[in-house]
């Protein structure tokens, strides 16, 4: 059931896609520092969306490394607590008289 939900949900954003293309194929001209290009305006917004993705996870990318970087710290700081443990309880008790 969940599968066929999905194949739904991704016929309807196809859809709306293609919907958006046809309502938005004008051709739009972008002027930048190295020339001009002439696209359709739903194939500019498609690049600029893609664009933004990658800059949004490369602005994200030094704070998830850092989580990374602490994630394992801590891992090996809970291993060497443990075996810390483990030890001590291997120990003999001592009874005081």
């Given at each position: ?6 194949l ?22 972008v ?67």
């Amino acid at each position: 059931m969940r599968r066929i939900l999905g194949l739904i949900a991704l016929l309807v954003v196809i859809l709306f896609g293609l919907s958006f293309a046809l309502l938005n194929a004008h051709t739009v001209s972008v002027d930048y520092y190295f020339g001009e290009l002439s696209l359709p305006l739903s194939l500019l917004l498609v690049f600029m969306l893609i664009i933004g993705a990658a800059v949004g996870i490369l602005a994200s990318l030094s704070m998830v490394l850092s989580r990374a970087n602490q994630a394992r710290k801590l891992r090996k700081q809970l291993f060497n607590t443990e075996r810390e443990v483990n030890q001590l309880r291997r120990l003999p008790l001592k009874d005081k008289l």
